[in-house]
């Protein structure tokens, strides 16, 4: 257990939908990452935080945002979900700003499936 | 960035040591080498890291060469829960809007056989 948390395991929705999925980083961490992961695109970097700040931007679609919260809990926004947006989401978190010495820790994800 | 290169797929009996190698001969200087492992659809889990030395912890050994152009991590007595896919990535320096992001490759599917 890496004490990352992610809500919820799964979900399914149809076309044209939007849906939240959230991140609860480890005691202590301030920075949050997201990833995608599907079959043909590998763990894909969207989007990391830090203290309430975006930090880094990766391949994050215009339909999708998120932010991080002053209680550091982070929510990834999903909308006009397309099929291929299906995927595994994954949340991890790390103590500091993403130095190269700052080790990241993921949690379970949330498997999204487009209808 | 720096690029890795891994073989898409290993096997090892279990008991035995699972040696996975890795290719990063454009690493810089200040960058790290980390490796992470991930079980069929979980969370990807983190394993150890390294810049120069070789680094021991409770799950793992990695071991640097000297020009830090390759690398190569150890599972000392591979088990059947160490079947996954092992991701060998260089972080690169703190720079701009790259800054944190990791970059997994496709990584070493290892399978570990009874």
């Known amino acids: 257990d890496s004490g990352v948390t992610q809500t919820p395991k799964h979900l399914i929705t149809a076309t044209g939908q939007r849906v939240t999925l959230r991140c609860s980083p480890r005691?202590?961490?301030?920075?949050v990452y997201w990833y995608q992961q599907s079959l043909d695109q590998g763990l894909q970097f969207l989007i990391q935080y830090y203290n309430g700040e975006e930090r880094a931007k990766g391949n994050i679609l215009e339909r999708f945002s998120a932010q991080q919260f002053p209680d550091l809990h982070s929510e990834l926004n999903l909308s006009s979900l397309e099929l291929g947006d299906s995927a595994l989401y994954f949340c991890?978190?790390?103590?500091?700003?993403?130095?190269?010495?700052?080790?990241?820790?993921f949690g379970p994800g949330t498997r999204l499936t487009v209808l | 960035d720096a690029k890795t290169t891994q073989p898409p797929s290993m096997d090892c009996a279990e008991g035995r040591a699972a040696n996975l190698p890795c290719n990063h001969s454009t690493i810089s200087g200040n960058e790290y080498v980390y490796w992470y492992r991930q079980i069929h659809s979980q969370g990807p889990q983190y394993i150890i890291h390294g810049l120069k030395n070789n680094e021991t912890n409770e799950m793992a050994s990695l071991i640097i060469t000297e020009d830090r152009k390759s690398s190569t991590l150890i599972l000392p007595h591979a088990t059947l829960r160490d079947t996954a896919v092992y991701y060998c990535?260089?972080?690169?320096?703190?720079?701009?809007?790259?800054?944190?992001?990791?970059?997994f490759g496709r990584g070493t599917q290892l399978t570990v056989w009874p």
């Open positions: 005691s202590g961490d301030l920075s």
């Open positions: 990535i260089v972080r690169v320096a703190n720079r701009g809007s790259t800054l944190g992001r990791l970059y």
């Open positions: 991890a978190s790390s103590v500091g700003s993403g130095a190269s010495t700052d080790t990241q820790y």
